[in-house]
């Protein structure tokens, strides 16, 4: 029988059902377009895949000339040109099955959250996705994932049952807490270093109705508002889940007039309770300062991309976060000292999102999340086109440096941004960092997978 590695890349059409496209193919910059256009992609060989098989060829294929692999839902991750590499779009791999008895759902590579909130919501069920349900599922629940429910429920990686998933070695396995538990704990919270998922069993959550959305102040407020939100945010329960962020907005007709071309401050919030509990617990931030626009109040989940309100246009950007032990006065006055409304910074978002109750647990079957010590998590990011892309990075890493006498000197994966190499191992501990470096060099032993937030 022909193997796959005997076969030219054109050849490797006639062993996979989707699409091979080579440079310099038309239809390749579509196929490839990401979320995040910082870079384009150019790959040597794209593999639009429509299921495992299709997965495993493209990866023996690669194994076998040694290429390296990459792997690509939506292209809201960690943008990157891919030199040389064979990537793998799962976009087709789109199946969603909800199990409503059992509160599960069987996602596949390539769904966004928009499908899956989607298909559970006629059941009274939620799944633990992100701020925009754009962001794919898989990707999103690999790096940790953490959400507008997550005080209340942790991480969608703590969510798992099963994944199936080619790894380096290019064998297509079934992984769950029995059949290989090092692997298990590894791909959740791990991400993209060992193979590529090719579905995952998640749970659910009863979660129908909240109380949330967000709150948009004036930037001038924007001292008391964070000095508050420091005071405030300790003492909401664990059915609360809040950030606030510092927004730059560009002059967009799309947006609501009150907020076009504004700096302004937005306090999110999810409230898992009635509309009475949530309006007396938002109650001490809405008297801070009269609201530009007010959306918080009942409303389906379903609606949950109103809470973060997040961009749904492709942007090239550049991120970078950073955990904090603790949000004290002086982590807030350095905050606004590097990035408040009075500074003339190029950036698009700092946000506070705030950790703690079940996120600060660790899951039923523990996984690889890191950064459950933190107390807040603190995302920056910045505009990357002219005039001011060559100097966003620099004004990013000054803000996250503007806080690193409160930060743990880690960041969560989905919100590290843009660390490669060993600044990627490094955000976790020792220990956990070796533990992953074992199962990645057992499953994955020829390194193919080195794009993205890949440890080792
Ligand atoms: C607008 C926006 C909002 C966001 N909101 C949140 C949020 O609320 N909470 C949060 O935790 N994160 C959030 N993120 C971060 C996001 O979860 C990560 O960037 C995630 O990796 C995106 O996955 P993707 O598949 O959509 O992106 P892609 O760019 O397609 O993939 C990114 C990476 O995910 C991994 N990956 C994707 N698919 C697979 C697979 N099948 N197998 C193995 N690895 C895979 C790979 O490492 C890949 O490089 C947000 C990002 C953006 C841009």
């Not at 839902?73 to 891919?82: D, F, I, N």
């Not at 504004?262 to 999810?270: E, F, G, K, N, P």
Request: with cysteine; charged share 15%; glycine share 10%.
């Amino acid at each position: 029988m022909t193997s796959t590695a005997d076969l030219s890349a054109a050849e490797l059409e006639l062993f996979v059902a989707g699409p091979v496209l080579l440079a310099g193919d038309p239809g390749l910059a579509a196929e490839v377009a990401p979320f995040t256009t910082t870079h384009t992609p150019a790959p040597a060989v794209v593999v639009g895949a429509t299921c495992a098989a299709d997965v495993a060829a493209a990866v023996r294929w690669a194994a076998a000339r040694g290429l390296s692999v990459a792997v690509q839902a939506t292209g809201h991750g960690l943008p990157s040109a891919l030199s040389g590499a064979v990537l793998v779009t799962t976009s087709r791999m789109a199946e969603v099955t909800v199990d409503p008895a059992a509160r599960t759902a069987r996602i596949g590579a390539g769904v966004r959250w928009r499908q899956v909130i989607d298909a559970a919501a006629p059941h009274g069920l939620a799944p633990l996705s992100g701020s925009s349900s754009d962001v794919g599922a898989v990707g999103y629940t690999l790096g940790g994932g953490l959400g507008p429910l997550a005080r209340k429920y942790g991480f969608a990686a703590d969510h798992v049952r099963r994944a199936e998933i080619v790894t380096g070695d290019g064998e297509l396995r079934t992984v769950d807490a029995d059949t290989d538990p090092e692997l298990f704990w590894a791909l959740r919270g791990g991400k993209g270093s060992f193979g590529i998922v090719t579905a995952l069993e998640i749970d659910l959550v009863p979660v129908a109705r909240l109380h949330g959305g967000g709150v948009f102040f004036p930037g001038s407020a924007a001292a008391d508002l964070l000095h508050a939100y420091r005071a405030w945010a300790p003492t909401l329960p664990e059915e609360t889940t809040t950030s606030i962020a510092v927004l730059r907005l560009p002059p967009d007709p799309a947006l609501p007039e009150p907020l076009r071309g504004r700096t302004v401050v937005h306090l999110r919030m999810a409230h898992l309770g009635s509309a009475e509990e949530g309006a007396a617990l938002l109650a001490p931030m809405r008297a801070v300062a009269p609201a530009l626009l007010d959306g918080v109040g009942e409303m389906p989940f379903a609606a949950v991309d109103a809470i973060h309100m997040d961009p749904t246009d492709p942007m090239p950007v550049l991120d970078r976060g950073t955990l904090l032990r603790e949000l004290t006065a002086e982590t807030v006055d350095a905050l606004l000292a590097a990035a408040g409304p009075d500074v003339d910074v190029p950036l698009v978002l700092v946000e506070l999102r705030q950790l703690g109750g079940a996120v600060g647990r660790p899951a039923a079957v523990p996984n690889a999340v890191a950064g459950r010590d933190a107390a807040f998590s603190c995302w920056v990011l910045g505009p990357m086109f002219p005039p001011v892309a060559g100097i966003v990075p620099a004004v990013v890493d000054s803000v996250v440096a503007a806080v690193a006498p409160w930060s743990t000197g880690r960041a969560l994966l989905n919100f590290a941004g843009s660390v490669t190499g060993a600044e990627v191992g490094a955000l976790w501990d020792e220990a956990d960092r070796r533990r992953l470096l074992a199962v990645k060099h057992r499953v994955d032993p020829a390194g193919l997978f080195t794009h993205g937030h890949v440890v080792g």
